[in-house]
């Protein structure tokens, strides 16, 4: 079957990235992935949590949060404590982006990723995960310049991306209406490396073979790719 916007089932949707989106943030990227809109602020503080002030290192976290209008309902904004759908999401997005980077040559620095999500259509965590990577890269290479951390603290790139199966066919980076028929729903996190940092798969329906999971994976791979070598262009010429 045809897919809504015409893609094939392994094609992207449309992917940009607008770097120094904001004016304060150490690091700051606008990720659009088709409809999918997430301002991604790194803020680096000189402080770290306390379990960590005896090793002499640094610390990377995440948070998440959608705004009120960013999907088709208003969604009421949040007060107090997150809901459990935002904490498992900043949770997946800060282990993902420390894959990243060698906290132990941060100094005694917090680096603190904050993904917003402006409009929603599907893949919001993996497009978080995706530009907050960028975002990451460019407030740590203000330090690095200023020779106040090692260039080799940025230790490898990582990227991620939606992957299911609707209409028994597998596809790659879902959007709403796809990822709510999905019959399986996979997000894949990987390196530059191709090695993998995380990936969380769920049988809608029925369960799903093994060869199912792979061919899932593969789609996702070659993908998450892309998405690298797009990364990997910005960031070239934001440094040129």
């Known amino acids: 079957m045809s897919r809504l916007d015409h893609r094939k089932n392994n094609q992207l949707r449309p992917i940009k990235f607008t770097p120094n989106f904001t004016n304060y943030a150490e690091g700051s990227v606008l990720i659009e992935a088709g409809q999918t809109r997430v301002l991604c602020n790194v803020s680096v503080d000189n402080h770290v ?31 107090g404590s997150d809901s459990s759908r935002s904490q498992e999401i900043r949770r997946l997005i800060g282990r993902a982006l ?10 005694q ?6 993904c917003d999500v402006i409009q929603a259509d599907g893949g919001t965590r993996t497009a978080s995960i995706t530009g907050g990577y960028v975002a990451v890269a460019l407030a740590l290479q203000k330090l690095i310049d200023a020779k106040e951390i090692p260039p080799d603290v940025l230790v490898t790139p990582v990227a991620a991306v939606s992957v299911g199966v609707v209409d028994d066919e597998l596809r790659l980076d879902l959007c709403y209406e796809e990822d709510s028929a999905a019959e399986v729903d996979l997000n894949v996190v990987m390196t530059g490396g191709g090695q993998f940092v995380e990936v ?7 369960p799903f073979g093994y060869d199912t999971l792979v061919g899932l994976v593969n789609v ?7 998405l690298l070598a797009e990364q990997a262009k910005l960031l070239t010429e934001v440094g040129e």
């Open 49 to 79: 949590p306390a379990w960590r002030e005896s090793s002499g290192g640094g610390w990377l976290t995440a948070e998440y949060g959608m705004l009120p209008r960013s999907t088709h309902q208003r969604m009421p904004r949040k007060r």
């Open 98 to 107: 420390r894959a990243s980077v060698d906290v132990d040559k941060l100094g």
């Open 109 to 114: 620095r917090t680096v603190i990723v904050d």
């Open 200 to 206: 969380q798969g769920t049988a809608e329906g029925s």
């Open 220 to 226: 996702a791979r070659e993908g998450i790719e892309q």
